[in-house]
């Protein structure tokens, strides 16, 4: 072959390599480290799978924050009006983590149906719901004015 | 009576800049195009006109806030009587309006510059530049007039007092984070200018990417700087103790940063040997397409963060079509004209050319993998598709491997000669500094942490493969000097400003390699005389006490700390700071900083009975992570001092007076 054309081809072939090294090492990690999001409902609805990370969010519910004495275990209900979701985590909380406030957490649903969360995000916004969970309940047949009714069948 | 006039002042003098800005666009250009030189002669005094009225504007709305006219519906939503002076000014740009003005301010104040610094350049050259940079100006000044007036009222109702600026951005790194970062995105537009302006003309030559360099690398140095302190302020005022969180507000930075970097370098390739060309002038296009990307994702609120304060659709949209409309036509321009201007160069495989041609593929997959992980979110949302997001696990999958290989190039680059080069002598050259490298980085984990660690090894090995060569390359030029100081004097600053700049890379990566892997992190429980030990030292904490700042209320937890000598003591005292117009609480963390680690103390919340949730962490050599960026900029504005574009400036004077001679004559 002609040397000129032999370096050409051999970058082309470089450039190639690299490109489908680049693209399967992308995809692969798309495909491992995707979050998908689940609202309180949803996760009731049993559509969120198990022992795999995910994120859920909603409101903390008045009243439902409980700390060990001992250590930094939380426990606390995460409800988008319509069902709740136990949330249960280890560490320390955001500044912006309040009852009656929107928060997303990042964990894992096991098998007794309460969220192992290993990250607690609260929402800045301190009047509404987290976006995420307002859209999730409207898919799920629920306008702003249902929350905190149950409607039985509504999907 | 003048001083209630002012917003409106403000309002008419951006009204005012933004009449200029398109009269700046269109006049040069369409001159540039016919050749008449009255119509070129318009760019300049435009562009000083439009830089004066953006700038009144801008002091107009400081002065608001300094005043603290609560009518001004802005002032009134971000700012308090009781803040302090300092960040009432910084205030002006923690908001969505005032951070645009301010991005139009800095736009305005580089096309000045171009304006004043470029009188070498050939008068259709820079008709052209300053139109480019006018489209950029009336775009952005549109926008704010349109969907983000800063100086709107709410007449008859003025609140008494202000909202209050958010807590998080009540801090020194406000004020400079912004600035810079907008200094180095809006840069940027200069180098998209000379692009579509020698595109435009047909002319790319080398007398081109000498214009084109200085401006591209002051640009990427804010860019890199500004990057630094965002990383530097999310560590210390997040009260996580983490420096970069893959967080699309941090990506959409990132991202022209690095294709600005192949952009830099590829500009290197393009002056010395012509080569590169239509590449050069696409990264230039990308660069900037990508600042205005990184602008429509802070600014439209399709992300949630700390960063974006406005969510109105109607200005996403106008970002977006004007984001659309930039891409669009410069892309259509490049079609078109891309041909006449590019040049084929052939080169050897093993050479700097083909060198510098991987690195600049290597920053443009890096590019497309961090893109791709901060969009497909947004896509698939847009779509309809389900709500996902993307974490740091994909980009620290992708984006580790890629570094990696690109060090490898990067030892290999400042060594390898132009055009063509034996493969053999090469690694004549190098064996030495390889072998070394991977002995010390196979060693330094068991020295240092006590047992192995592949992945210590392999970014050690990575930073040391950059600074071994060079090392080797300076041991060279030293010698071919009578003496080592006259040989190494020879050398250009552009040179130095390359050394500075992969020195600072490898330092930067060596801070991430440590910090990555020997960071201690404890979250306790602690009363007041309860103590916990954190990598040798012992944290206790002596009591608790209070205090009122000018606009807050803070706990603060009095910490003593005791090194493992048991010699060092010393006390830390973080606080939780409650921001009393908000109602927001605020993590003031406590910190030792050091050049091998820092100690950082944080406060969770109360947990009843006066104990503490507390974050300790021990961060070893968490700063070489910014100072290696800071190396990183000197760097590139070392390289801008080089003699070859000064003396270009003179030449290009004398040049002049003789043509103003024969045209007398």
Redesign the interface.
Known sequence: MHP?RK?KL??IL??LS??AI?IG??L???R??????FSPVQIADGDAPVGRQI?AGGMVKEGSVE?DD???DVVFTVTDYVDDLEVRY????P???REGQGVVV?GELSESGHFEANEVMA???ENYMP??VA??LEDSGYSPEDYGVKVEGAD | MLTRMIPEIGHFALIIAALMAVTQAIVPLAGAATRRPLWMAYAAPMALGQFAFVLLAYLCLTASYMLDDFSVVNVADNSNSMLPWYYKFSAVWGNHEGSVLLWSLMLATWGFAVSRLSRGLPRDMVARVLGVMGSVSAGFLLFVLITSNPFERSLPNIPEDGADLNPLLQDFGLVIHPPMLYMGYVGFSVVFAFAIAALLGGRLDSAWTRWARPWTNVAWAFLTVGIALGSWWAYYELGWGGWWFWDPVENASLLPWLTGTALIHSLAVTEKRGSFKSWTVLLAIFTFSLSLLGTFLVRSGVLTSVHSFANDPSRGLFILVLLGITVGLSLLVFALRAPRVSHAVGFGLVSRDSLLLVNNILLVIMTVTVLLGTLYPLLLDAFGLGKISVGPPYFNALFVPLTVLMCVFMGLGPIARWKRMAGSELRRRLWLAGLVALVIAALMPLIYGGEWNPWVSLGLVAALWIVLPLVRDLIDKARKGATPLTGLRRQSLAYWGMVVGHLGMAITITGVTVVSNYSVEENVRMSPGDSVEVAGYTFSMQELKQRRGANFLSDIAVIEVVGSDGERRFVMEPEKRLYLARGMPMTQVALRPGPLRDLYVAMGEELGDGAWAMRIQYKPMVRWLWLGAVLMASGGLLAVADRRYRRRASQSQQRDVSAVQEATA
């Open positions: 000129k370096q051999f970058i470089g450039l690299l490109a680049a090492l992308t692969y990690a798309l491992s480290n995707v979050n998908l999001f994120r700390r001992e250590n930094l280890s560490g320390i909380l500044d912006l983590f990042v929402k800045h916004d976006k995420e859209e999730a």
